[in-house]
């Protein structure tokens, strides 16, 4: 069991470019979540979703930031016109099933730096 | 308000010490607690659920619940150098809300004194 795979590791990017994050779950896990991790705000739940379907994306910046879950291996994470305040970790976490006595696995994260 | 709140901010002990963190929820609906340990360059990793008032014990690691007050606490005894780390307090809302999102407390930054 590998855990759950992000890609890349690292991305730099410039000011107003776009930036597009990969997260492969755990294999037979039915919930996926993204959240992001900042020095000042600590760990932030962004979006939810369950079998594929989104289910909760009331962490997400509105205007700039996209989910999508186009098939159970993988997920991405859009951020279009990336600011400087985007700097971030961005980490992926699958859970068996959904429910809050399931344990969500974290990947290692995407550490994204806008210039 | 953070919904979530830890304490200390940070805490040292000496090997083989006991270690102690808490944590505070402000809403009612938080009644499913998780601590995870997030180790540096690592994505957290959970240590242990509590969702029972009382404690519960894994091996060198008890976390202890009060629901009337929504206060958790986890205690680490004979601390040793791969437990320093950064350990969060997240709490995940009742079944039926809507929605599985852990909300995390703060962080406390925990190293051993050599």
Redesign the interface.
């Known amino acids: 069991n590998a855990g759950?795979i992000q890609t890349p590791r690292h991305k730099v990017t410039g000011k107003g470019q776009e930036a597009t994050l990969w997260c492969e779950p755990i294999s037979g896990h039915s919930?996926v979540?993204w959240?992001r991790q900042t020095i000042v705000q600590?760990?932030?739940?962004l979006t939810?979703f369950r079998n594929q379907a989104p289910?909760?994306d009331?962490?997400m910046p509105k205007e700039r930031f996209s989910a999508q879950m186009p098939n159970q291996s993988h997920s991405t994470l859009k951020i279009q016109s990336t600011q400087p305040q985007d700097s971030a970790v961005y980490?992926c976490?699958s859970?068996l099933n959904?429910?809050?006595?399931?344990?969500?696995?974290?990947?290692?994260?995407t550490r994204l730096t806008v210039l | 308000q953070q919904k979530v709140q830890q304490s200390p901010e940070s805490l040292s002990v000496p090997e083989g010490g006991m270690a102690s963190f808490n944590c505070t929820s402000s809403d009612r609906n938080f009644?499913?607690f998780?601590w995870?340990r997030q180790h540096s360059?690592?994505?957290?990793?959970?240590l242990m659920?509590i969702?029972s008032d009382g404690d519960k014990k894994e091996g060198r690691f008890t976390a202890h619940l009060n629901k009337a007050s929504l206060h958790v606490s986890l205690h680490i005894r004979d601390s040793q150098p791969s437990d320093s780390a950064l350990y969060?307090c997240?709490a995940?809302?009742?079944?039926g809300t809507?929605?599985?999102?852990?909300?995390?407390?703060?962080?406390t930054k925990f190293s051993l004194i050599p």
């Open positions: 759950v919930a979540f959240y600590g760990l932030e739940f939810y289910i909760d009331s962490g980490l976490a859970s959904w429910g809050p006595s399931y344990e969500q696995y974290f990947g290692p994260g | 009644q499913y998780w995870y360059g690592e994505g957290p990793k959970a659920s969702f969060f997240a995940s809302e009742l079944p809507g929605s599985n999102r852990l909300t995390f407390g703060k962080g």
